[in-house]
């Protein structure tokens, strides 16, 4: 089955402990990005990759690193987490950039930091 | 830039009234894309449909149906007949070729239908 998944789905942190949100597609999507929602905002874009080691900032990239060493990975990493980038975290992928490209979202990580 | 505007906030109908959702958007390229999802309580993103900007033919899927004016650059979609399982968080959403492939979505509109 075609598909985007994430890890984990719902995480309770604290303050400055390192985390990492893994994305995985078996679509073979060259197209990665990651969007976080808050209440009230939409989706806005953190990060996005065009392909295999080519990322680049979205709008709000602050607090967050991303990589993108094979295709089918681009986990997300917030190295010291505050309590301000609690939010709903979603993975997404398309084949390629275009907008003729539907962009598939992953089932979405519930981040909380405390 | 692009920007996408859902007016409606929240709407409530009671099951088997029709309901509009309404979208705007601005964009100044020729070619674009709009989409629309659904994000039931659970969460996930689904996706609904894909309207490029030369294709304003309206589009009927069962009880959904979706309206594309490029006069009054709106995107409307039309529930038919709303069940209680349509209660969601609907957006609306644009993507363009130069764009570097994001989607710029809309605030959402929270629809919920009572029985």
């Known amino acids: 089955e075609a598909q985007v998944t994430q890890n984990p789905r719902y995480l309770i942190t604290v303050t400055g402990k390192k985390l990492t949100v893994t994305c995985s597609q078996n679509?073979?999507?060259?197209?990665m990005s990651w969007y976080r929602q808050d209440p009230g905002l939409g989706l806005r874009q953190i990060y996005y990759s065009m392909n295999v080691e080519v990322t680049d900032k979205g709008d709000v990239p602050e607090g967050y690193k991303v990589s993108r060493k094979e295709k089918r990975n681009f986990p997300l990493i917030l190295e010291s987490p505050s309590p301000n980038q609690t939010s709903l975290y979603f993975c997404?992928?398309?084949?390629?950039?275009?907008?003729?490209?539907?962009?598939?979202f992953g089932p979405g990580t519930r981040l909380t930091v405390l | 830039a692009q920007k996408v505007t859902q007016a409606q906030t929240e709407i409530s109908v009671v099951e088997k009234e029709d309901v509009t959702l309404d979208c705007v958007y601005e964009?100044?390229?020729?070619?674009?894309?709009l989409f629309w999802y659904k994000q039931p309580p659970s969460g996930e993103l689904v996706f609904l449909i894909r309207r490029n900007s030369f294709d304003e033919q309206n589009e009927i899927s069962g009880r959904y149906s979706w309206n594309f004016q490029k006069s009054t650059s709106s995107f409307n979609f039309t529930i038919t007949a709303s069940q209680v399982v349509d209660s969601a968080v609907y957006f609306c959403a644009l993507r363009v070729n130069t764009n570097a492939g994001k989607s710029t979505f809309g605030d959402g509109t929270t629809l919920t239908v009572k029985p």
């Open positions: 997404a992928s398309s084949l390629y950039s275009g907008g003729t490209d539907t962009q598939y």
């Open positions: 964009t100044r390229d020729t070619t674009y894309y």
């Open positions: 679509m073979n999507h060259e197209y």
